[in-house]
């Protein structure tokens, strides 16, 4: 079994739409979790990181921590042909020096 | 914008070249990292570098070679690569280890 299990989908969703991307866990020891967006051909942009439990909202974005069920979830409202791309979550332990991924979700906006 | 530069964007070369793979960053951070991507895959550690110190190598063979010349730059120096080591190479960095982790565009390797 993997550490971080995140479906790789593809997600295709209308312009629009509300979409919620999610990863489940089994390192209880994770504290930062990290969600990045990468385009085809480029390097993975840190969209939202979160420290510990908790809600984090930025824009259109909001990212949300349950550590107690180990789960973690990105939500992106009113979508945007432009948010197309693939989403990866990944999460470290504090002090640790590896970023463990989960697989990414290749989510499509269809105008 | 990426605060993490890399050199080239793209690279094409012969299994008996050598080239090199560059990396900037002027956010102060410590830690340092190359990271390999496939296609349709996550990215996978390489090498970290804290304190210009290199504190992991993920067993990679000795035809990729790291180097931490000062805390702002890393680079990494390719000599004799297989045609299975085209990928994405992606530097990173991070305050310290263990924290939110920034990543470059990347650098396309082509090996011929």
């Known amino acids: 079994q993997k550490e971080v299990e995140q479906d790789p989908g593809p997600l295709s969703v209308p312009e629009g739409a509300i979409v919620s991307l999610n990863c489940t866990y089994s390192?209880?020891?994770?504290?930062?979790f990290m969600w990045y967006r990468q385009y085809s051909r480029k390097g993975p942009e840190l969209l939202m990181y979160?420290?510990?439990?908790g809600n984090k909202e930025d824009g259109r974005f909001t990212a949300q921590v349950d550590k107690s069920s180990k789960y973690i979830s990105l939500f992106i409202r009113d979508s945007q042909p432009s948010d197309s791309a693939t989403y990866l979550c990944a999460m470290i332990i504090q002090g640790a020096q590896k970023l463990v991924f989960g697989q990414g979700t290749r989510l499509t906006i269809n105008p | 914008d990426t605060e993490v530069t890399q050199t080239p964007k793209h690279l094409v070369m012969g299994m008996t070249n050598k080239k090199s793979l560059k990396c900037e960053q002027h956010m102060g951070h410590r830690a340092m990292y190359w990271y390999k991507q496939k296609a349709k895959k996550p990215p996978e550690l390489m090498f970290v570098y804290s304190y210009e110190k290199l504190s992991i190598n993920e067993s990679v063979p000795s035809r990729f070679s790291p180097e931490c010349p000062n805390s702002s730059l890393l680079n990494l120096h390719l000599h004799a690569l297989q045609p299975e080591d085209s990928a994405l190479y992606l530097c990173?960095?991070?305050?310290?280890?263990?924290?939110?982790?920034?990543f470059g565009e990347g650098s396309w390797l082509t090996v011929v």
């Open positions: 390192n209880s020891a994770f504290q930062y």
């Open positions: 990173a960095s991070s305050p310290t280890s263990g924290n939110t982790i920034y």
């Open positions: 979160t420290y510990s439990s």
